[in-house]
């Protein structure tokens, strides 16, 4: 009978989450309602997970209090997606609980799951029954329940696993989207994933990974000196071209002084990647040939360095002083998506939407580069805006989250940002903006489903407007019929068609003559996204 837990066991849990985790990303992900590819649960609570696990990877400690504050600090800043803000809350409230704890009997622990809990619900601004914070709420009442009388952890651990299965299996009823679809919620699942983990743990059985075990690994740079980079300097720049440049003789002398050579170029403009020594004489030479608009240079040995000694990955280390009042931070996928918002005027861009949503850290850091006092976060989806929220308490800067859930919504709030305005105005106009589109997205589905009312196919087109399922179809010719008979109750005055990485502009074109036979008074755009997943994103206004 084990009745404390302390830093060992407790390392354990961790690792055995992430284990289970891993091993059951794709039937977590299997329960995602929508079968839409967004992998959206399973992977999100694994990779939270996961960075805990590497995080006290190789790492000792003298307390329970220590390792979950580790814990709760690497699931805050790795939390992806709603279901990964959640458990990573989850876990803060454990270890704000067990903070300068050395073990954690039954009374303490099942009152640090209670703390978690807590800190989830508060966390969700309509917390929805039928979800993991059901599970994980009637979980720890087991737990408390049992702690009046009990000492044995693992007996404890044991009723609040039976409980929570129960409270799974209710989810069904609870919920009625999770009716409807005729499966339990995922995020719950996850949820009862993770207390047999802890129960083995506590056990002294040790779930092995589908990965070997190993938590996963980045790149080893200390096998390598800093010495042995040839060109020291990272540098881009971008060039405004006076009149018909020719730049033949310009690429031949980047390639004569470095390497890593990348240039691109159109009617107007030029810019250069190249690793060189001279990154000043580069830009003088530059200057030849155009009006230097814009240049960035990263010392690529000192970087190394940083890396070498564990600092690259610390937010802190890349911090803009504050130039102006305000900046823009904004989330998306797609070299035209984001060409679209760099043309916008936004700072910066972190990387992500569906299938890949950018963890609190990724947001972070590009908050944190915004040479700005106060930062707008545009998070264009809404299992990112949890994790955009979770960047407010962790940076000196003042964030402001604007909920933008499309991407469509997040272009017509930038279109509305006038920095001259107040905090206010600014926040007021922005959201103003978004309510104002209207969002159609078209993908594929991951798998057959039957979903209120609609039997669907894998691989059959999918069309949502403003979130809801319009339905399925084998031809996108009748789908484009059915969303012109859904958009026109709506007047539309504006369409602007964002076409994927997967999608021809022929194709798009096609889409574009469709909607405009439908609505001639409309004025219709065309526009290369470059988006992965969907193959159209629509905005209606």
């Known amino acids: 009978m084990r009745e404390y837990i302390d830093a060992a066991v407790y390392r354990d849990i961790i690792l055995n989450a992430n284990a289970v985790?891993?091993?059951?990303?794709?039937?977590?992900?299997?329960?995602?309602?929508?079968?839409?590819?967004?992998g959206d649960t399973g992977t999100n609570m694994s990779l939270t997970m996961g960075a805990a696990a590497e995080a006290i990877s190789g790492k000792q400690y003298d307390s329970l209090g220590s390792i979950s504050d580790s814990v709760a600090s690497a699931m805050l800043r790795g939390a992806r997606g709603n279901s990964g803000v959640i458990l990573s809350l989850l876990f803060r409230g454990i270890a704000k609980r067990l903070k300068g704890?050395?073990?954690?009997?039954?009374?303490?622990?099942?009152?640090?799951?209670?703390?978690?809990?807590?800190?989830?619900?508060?966390?969700?601004?309509?917390p929805a029954e039928g979800t993991i914070l059901t599970v994980s709420r009637v979980a720890t009442s087991s737990a408390i329940e049992f702690s009046k009388n009990g000492s044995d952890l693992e007996l404890m651990i044991s009723?609040?696993?039976?409980?929570?299965?129960?409270?799974?299996?209710?989810?069904?009823?609870?919920?009625?989207?999770?009716?409807?679809?005729?499966?339990?919620?995922?995020?719950?699942k996850g949820y009862v994933f993770i207390l047999e983990a802890m129960l083995s743990a506590i056990a002294g059985k040790l779930i092995e990974s589908k990965l070997g075990g190993k938590v996963k690994e980045g790149t080893h740079f200390d096998v390598f000196s800093s010495e042995e980079i040839e060109f020291a300097?990272?540098?881009?720049?971008?060039?405004?071209?006076?009149?018909?440049?020719?730049l033949s003789s310009f690429r031949t002398y980047l390639e004569s002084i470095g390497d890593s050579l990348v240039m691109s170029e159109d009617d107007n403009i030029f810019k250069v990647h190249v690793h060189t020594n001279i990154p000043g004489t580069v830009l003088l030479e530059a200057a030849n040939y155009g009006v230097l608009e814009k240049?960035?240079?990263?010392?690529?040995?000192?970087?190394?360095d940083e890396l070498v000694a564990g600092r690259a990955h610390e937010e802190e280390a890349v911090f803009a002083p504050a130039t102006k009042p305000f900046g823009?931070?904004?989330?998306?996928?797609?070299?035209?998506?984001?060409?679209?918002?760099?043309?916008?005027?936004?700072?910066?861009?972190?990387?992500?939407?569906?299938?890949?949503?950018p963890s609190t850290a990724d947001i972070l850091a590009e908050i944190n580069k915004t040479p700005a006092e106060t930062v707008f976060v545009l998070p264009n989806n809404k299992n990112i805006i949890m994790a955009a929220d979770q960047c407010v308490p962790l940076t000196e800067k003042k964030v402001v989250v604007v909920p933008s859930k499309t991407v469509p919504q997040g272009i017509s709030a930038l279109i509305s940002f006038d920095d001259s305005c107040t905090e206010e105005e600014i926040v007021a106009a922005m959201r103003e903006a978004t309510e104002s589109v209207h969002t159609a997205l078209i993908t594929y589905a991951a798998r057959d489903s039957e979903f209120d009312g609609h039997t669907i196919h894998a691989g059959e087109y999918l069309m949502l407007l403003d979130g809801?399922?319009?339905?399925?179809?084998?031809?996108?010719?009748?789908?484009?019929?059915?969303?012109?008979?859904?958009?026109?109750?709506?007047?539309p005055a504006v369409i602007s068609i964002?076409?994927?990485?997967?999608?021809?502009?022929?194709?798009?074109?096609?889409?574009g003559d469709w909607l405009g036979e439908c609505f001639p008074d409309a004025e219709i755009s065309i526009v290369n996204g470059g988006q992965p997943v969907y193959h159209y994103m629509i905005s209606v206004e």
């Open 295 to 304: 240049a960035d240079i990263e010392n690529m040995r000192t970087q190394h």
């Open 468 to 491: 809801s399922l319009i339905g399925s179809f084998s031809n996108i010719e009748t789908l484009f019929r059915e969303l012109s008979w859904s958009i026109d109750e709506l007047s």
């Open 101 to 126: 704890q050395e073990t954690a009997d039954t009374k303490l622990f099942s009152a640090a799951l209670s703390d978690g809990v807590d800190a989830a619900y508060k966390a969700v601004m309509k």
């Open 159 to 188: 009723c609040a696993l039976e409980s929570a299965e129960e409270a799974l299996a209710d989810t069904i009823n609870l919920n009625p989207v999770l009716a409807k679809a005729g499966v339990v919620d995922a995020g719950g």
């Open 233 to 246: 300097y990272d540098t881009v720049f971008i060039v405004r071209k006076t009149g018909n440049t020719e």
């Open 498 to 511: 964002y076409y994927g990485e997967d999608t021809s502009e022929e194709e798009a074109q096609k889409a």
């Open 21 to 38: 985790l891993e091993n059951n990303i794709q039937l977590i992900n299997e329960l995602n309602v929508f079968p839409v590819p967004d």
């Open 328 to 357: 823009v931070v904004a989330v998306c996928a797609g070299e035209g998506l984001e060409g679209i918002f760099r043309e916008l005027g936004v700072d910066t861009v972190v990387t992500g939407g569906q299938t890949m949503n």
